[in-house]
């Protein structure tokens, strides 16, 4: 019990926390937009996948780590437009287009992968996102290294949370996503467009998802392989619902997540770690996730509209 | 932008579109050759010749069908009735480990295969099960719930092959201890390596045809799928339907993991599926989930499969091509089947 | 004589087909400024279609509009909006989860804007509300408002747009008869300030009440077009129908057994619709109780009730003794026969076959099924029986159910649940969306069951359908039952009164 409380209180816990929140909560903040929108995207696991190579690709052949995750952005951005053309104009299911791009997108990259290095058996590594050196900030003790000695791109994920919070309620554009996902005649009636609003915020919902995954080869883990996402994307569709399509609280939801991660890696060596066997530490992330759906069952706040194709006109 | 339903789509429309979308992804699958540097046309009959090209490339073909026919099935009979089965791999592992348990040594012939095989349908059932009553009970969607017990299983597979399941006269890579003998699935001709999963796979096809077709708990899984208030209201124990549902299909994804061990590999390594539950998928949609059409479905797909590793031996281009292209068929081949329906109209 | 006003929008030819039918065949008409003109025809007489036509929510094929003497660019409602055309849709096109504000101002600003004037719109909101006599709460959530006060809501987002012209679909078709009053109050405001309104309507009395001029559709033509101080609601009626079909009426009957009681029933609220309150009513044979009441004041509660999809939370329900374990099928077993509200969307599954859906109720039972066995041939024969009796007009039992109309759908829905010759039939809203036709098939259908010694319980929010054809007339709201008035004992002001739940507090 010491052992636990020992990890909770150590600097490099919540630093990890952090770190590992902040891939999903850019993936969880795409996915929110997507389904605010009234479209389900079961392709974030595979858009992932794709950001997470594009990025990594984009830097090993040379370029600077920005564009690295811009080019990620366009790779999710592009997948994100095909499966918004699937489901929104031609209406086709949600869920199998998703299930689809998600295959695809993953093919995709492992394809391009073994295009690119053949015969490479170990996956070579770029130089990642190095941790922010803030002249005094850097250095207040324990805040230091929790907050101001992440990446940038850290940063990046959480005013990106910000950002996504005060579009979808504080202007315009976010009421109408909103209500493309609550009443679509409601939309059209008042002279907007559906079909656009929901592709919109498909692609720019995708773009972040690929974001999310390129944090995992240029900030976490500096090269790319196979089974790198594990199921990630999956996770944070679970913390959309958690969150009860929220920003504010689907962040929470992010950080809750990761502490957990966090603590299960720390937990593993200690002695209680020695008695149990690791898979069952593995395991948590995601029994956790099925717990935090089972907890959100019961509440109404579901976009009205999700997975509701809108047909015009429909006689 | 507008979509129009077609009161009668014509013959040519129902063939012609599929067939269409099936051109666009060979055309896909030569563009893709064409970047890995390949001849397309080379290629696709590597491909081919890879896949049906001798009686060993074609038994490995009908193998590898086996799997996909049991989770082909079990998404087809899910995906009916609108329940989202995306953990047909959790539960085939389930059976798989059940083939295993039964299989060395705690059963004796002649009990061993059937018991195993009803118990192995059983254990995926049970595995589904649970995704499925979180709908009912609480309305938890069963997309995340069944592809997050996807992880789970993985893992729990990985600790019984390291640990109570660990083969003793195993070199270190953990793999189960092997079945005996009576608990194997014999093969169908002497001599050439296909097994009786196989048949077992096609007979099943047949079962869930007739069920479908001919029989009142068909009707209400049908029901149930396209409307459910409307089965509801009509009286339909919508609840009890979707329950048997699951079991059906939570089994039949099962009788792939058991076949395969039972059958093709005779022991249990965590790596025994590449992704059958997931690519059952594809094989369901492209068959439109019609029971008979997972059967040939599954057999191009395992062609594709088959014919693709052994073009990547031989031409170099990554095997996930594979991949890429039954992907691709699906994306198009849902399209297609949406466009005999419906005329798009530009206002 | 010419009207010497200016003309606010001209109809020229408007042509609208769907495939081998023309909804709409060359209309043409006029709306001058401060007019009122409604509207006129039977369902399928293409009303909807040519107001969504000029809402730019379908493109015409042929024919064009004008307003305010520009042309009206098609298929566009943004433009419509901004030429000053505004439109309250029958089925209100409200966010639920959205408060009111919000549905107002949806689409009223740039899209690119950075931010938004809260305090602005809700003043903008607050003085329209007072100019046209439409209460509303700014912060209220759409879900919970009632059914007219979603309608104000509707009528808002158009004033708040700067409508010139008013286009409403079938507005009182939802209302009480007082809050319809309401509603031409605000309508004669809206005149006063400068506004022309097109309404479509049905409910001739009003019409005569509030239009200046009555244009009649049929088949989709324009047949009449008459000021309405120089014609009646016969003539009207006539128009509208071109000929002879007279809607079936009861004649008086005796009741008999009590075959259904309802007693002291209570059941939950499920959101802003009500559940039952402590409601206590007896279906007899032979006779039809007639249930009148805006929709969402419980009939839905009531409804899903008697069909065996909720049990009473206290109460009981009675059949000659209480049933065993209340479902859907225990309904079916008992001898009720269900005709849904909504044929589509509960009453048939688009695309089954009509034999798949003339079994849907029935295929567990010995005549089409054996040891779970499907007997297709015994089903398929009894599809064809209905087709012949009730005359559904289609290709063949084979064919899928969601190409017939609206009538046929209905009739074969008749036909599956009238031919187990059942003791008990709910109707919920039977003849909603059919044409004359249909709609006179199947209220003597319903009165041919009633002679028979059925007990038929009518739910309709059409008043006049309810006073013509119910031997007993009940009123809900709110979920409270009103006592039982006999035919011809109530007129539709007092029955109104107790839609708007005057009469419940008295007799409490």
Redesign the interface.
């Known amino acids: 019990m010491s052992d636990l409380f020992d990890i909770l209180l150590s600097v490099s816990f919540w630093a990890a926390a952090i770190r590992i929140a902040s891939p999903l909560i850019f993936a969880t903040m795409g996915e929110l937009i997507c389904e605010r929108a009234g479209v389900l995207n ?1 392709g974030i696991e595979g858009i992932m996948v794709i950001g997470a190579f594009a990025g990594w690709m984009a830097v090993y052949l040379g370029a600077p780590l920005w564009l690295g995750v811009a080019a990620a952005m366009a790779a999710g951005m592009l997948f994100g437009l ?1 499966h918004a053309t ?1 489901t929104v ?5 949600q ?3 998703g ?3 998600t ?2 997108a ?3 990259s ?2 391009a992968y ?2 690119a290095l ?1 015969e490479v058996t170990s996956p070579p590594k770029i130089a990642p996102f190095a941790p922010m050196d803030l002249p005094i900030l850097s250095d207040i003790p324990f805040l230091g290294p929790v907050l101001f000695q992440q990446t940038v791109l850290t940063w990046a994920a959480l005013i990106c949370a910000g950002l996504v919070g005060f579009v979808l309620f ?4 976010g ?2 996503v ?2 493309a996902g ?2 679509p ?8 467009s559906v ?1 656009g609003l929901r592709m919109g915020a498909v692609i720019v919902g995708s773009g972040l998802m690929a974001v999310g995954g390129s944090f995992l080869t240029l900030s976490a883990f500096s090269s790319f392989f196979f089974e790198m996402v ?2 990630r994307g ?2 944070c ?2 913390l959309v ?1 958690f969150g009860a399509w929220k920003p504010g609280k689907a962040v929470l939801g992010a950080l809750l997540f990761a502490a957990f991660d966090a603590l299960q890696i720390r937990l593993q060596q200690t002695p209680l770690g020695a008695h149990l ?1 690791y ?2 530490f ?2 948590a992330p ?2 956790l ?2 717990l935090a ?2 907890l959100m ?2 509440r109404a ?1 579901v ?2 509209a999700l997975m509701v194709p809108y ?3 429909e ?1 | 932008m507008r979509l129009d339903p077609i009161a009668a789509p014509s013959l040519r429309r129902q063939i012609g579109l599929p067939a269409l979308a099936l051109l666009t992804t060979v055309a896909v699958a030569m563009m893709l050759a064409l970047i890995a540097g390949a001849n397309p046309l080379a290629t696709l009959g590597l491909i081919a010749k890879g896949a049906v090209g001798s009686k060993f490339a074609a038994l490995e073909t009908l193998n590898r069908a086996t799997p996909l026919i049991f989770t082909g099935l079990a998404v087809a009979v899910a995906f009916r009735a609108k329940l989202w089965n995306i953990g047909a791999e959790a539960q085939l592992y389930a059976g798989a480990i059940v083939a295993v348990l039964l299989g060395t040594g705690a059963l004796s012939a002649p009990m061993v295969l059937p018991v195993s095989a009803l118990v192995a349908m059983l254990a995926g059932a049970v595995v589904l099960l649970g995704p499925v009553m979180l709908k009912t009970r609480l309305g938890v969607d069963e997309v995340v719930t069944t592809l997050l017990l996807n992880f789970v299983m993985l893992l729990f597979v990985s600790y019984l092959l390291e640990g109570p399941m660990k083969d003793p006269a195993g070199m270190g890579w953990p793999k189960s201890a092997a079945l005996i003998k009576e608990a194997r699935l014999p093969r169908i001709v002497d001599g050439l390596r296909l097994h009786w999963g196989f048949a077992l796979a096609l007979i099943s096809a047949l079962l869930v045809w007739v069920i479908q077709t001919r029989t009142t708990l068909g009707f209400e899984m049908r029901a149930v799928g396209q409307n459910r208030e409307a089965a509801r209201f009509a009286g339909m124990p919508v609840n009890a339907v979707l329950v048997k549902t699951a079991l059906l299909s939570g089994g039949l994804a099962a009788l792939a993991g058991w076949s395969e061990v039972a059958g093709l590999k005779g022991h249990l390594s965590s790596d025994l599926s590449p992704g059958f539950g997931y690519t059952g998928i594809i094989v369901a949609m492209l068959a439109l989930l019609h029971p008979l059409g997972v059967v040939a479905t599954a057999l191009f797909v395992a062609a594709i499969f088959v014919g693709s590793d052994s073009m990547s031996r031989a031409a170099g281009v990554p095997t996930y091509i594979a991949d890429m292209l039954l992907a691709t068929a699906l994306l198009f081949m849902v399209l297609a089947l949406m466009l005999t329906r419906y005329r798009v109209v530009w206002k | 004589m010419t009207d010497p006003r200016d003309v606010v929008m001209r109809l020229d030819r408007i042509t609208k087909r769907f495939g081998a039918l023309t909804a709409n065949d060359a209309i043409s008409l006029t709306l001058r400024r401060g007019e009122v003109v409604a509207l006129l025809g039977e369902n399928g007489a293409g009303k909807t279609t040519l107001m969504n036509i000029l809402f730019g929510h379908y493109v015409a094929d042929d024919g064009r509009v004008e307003v305010f003497g520009q042309p009206l660019p098609p298929g566009n409602p943004r433009a419509a909006l901004a030429a000053g055309v505004g439109m309250v849709h029958q089925h209100f096109t409200l966010a639920d989860n959205l408060t009111v504000l919000d549905n107002i101002r949806l689409g009223t600003e740039s899209l690119f804007a950075r931010g938004t004037s809260h305090a602005a719109a809700r003043a903008r909101v607050e003085r329209l509300s007072r100019d046209f006599g439409l209460a509303v709460h700014p912060d209220a959530r759409v879900g919970s408002l009632t059914v007219g006060e979603r309608q104000r809501v509707e009528i808002l987002k158009a004033l708040y747009r700067d409508a010139r012209i008013l286009i409403l679909d079938e507005p009182t078709a939802v209302l009480t008869p007082q809050e319809a009053e309401a509603l031409f109050a605000t309508l004669r405001r809206a005149i006063a300030q400068g506004l022309s309104i097109l309404f479509i309507s049905h409910k001739l009395h009003e019409v005569m009440a509030i239009a200046d001029r009555c244009i009649v559709l049929r088949h989709g033509k324009v047949v009449g077009e008459v000021a309405t101080a120089e014609t009646s609601g016969a003539e009207l009626a006539a128009m509208m129908v071109g000929g002879e079909i007279a809607l079936p009426e009861a004649r008086p009957a005796t009741a008999g057994a009590v075959l259904m009681r309802l007693d002291g029933v209570t059941t939950p609220d499920k959101g802003a619709a009500p559940g039952l309150k402590r409601v206590t009513l007896d279906l007899r044979a032979g006779e039809i109780v007639g249930l009148a009441g805006v929709s969402g004041n419980g009939q839905a509660a009531l409804a899903d009730l008697i069909s065996g999809l909720i049990v009473p939370a206290s109460g009981q329900i009675t059949l000659g003794a209480p049933p065993p374990r209340w479902s859907p099928r225990e309904a079916i077993r008992q001898g009720i026969a269900r005709i849904p509200e909504d044929r589509h969307k509960t009453g048939t599954i688009a695309d089954f076959t009509l034999t798949e859906n003339a079994v849907l109720e029935g295929y567990w039972q010995p005549g089409f099924s054996k040891a779970g066995l499907m007997d297709w041939r015994a089903a398929e024969g009894f599809a064809q029986g209905i087709i012949a009796a009730y005359d559904v007009r289609c290709p063949g039992p084979g064919a899928r159910i969601r190409l017939l109309s609206g009538g046929n759908m209905q009739k074969l829905i008749l036909g599956r649940v009238l031919e187990p010759g059942p003791k008990i039939i709910l109707a919920n809203q039977p003849v909603r969306g059919l044409d004359v036709g249909a709609i006179a098939y199947v209220q003597s259908r319903l009165i041919a069951a009633r002679d028979g010694g059925a007990a038929v319980l009518l739910i309709s929010e059409d008043l006049d359908e309810i006073m013509g054809l119910a031997d007993v007339i009940h009123v809900m709201s709110e979920g409270r039952l009103s006592p039982g008035f006999a035919r011809g004992t109530r007129t539709a002001a007092e029955l109104g009164l107790w839609m708007a739940g005057q009469g419940f507090d008295h007799a409490a």
């Open positions: 079961l095909l699937l104009p031609f209406g086709l299911s869920h199998v287009v299930l689809g791009v295959m695809l993953t093919s995709t492992y394809f073994r295009l053949p504080r202007t315009p554009l009421l109408a909103r209500a609550e009443n005649a409601a939309v059209e009636a008042q002279g907007l079909t594990n199921g999956w996770i569709i679970a619902v066997p898979q069952v593995l395991m995601y029994l996730s099925i759906l089972i069952s019961r706040e976009p009205a047909r015009k006109g006689r």
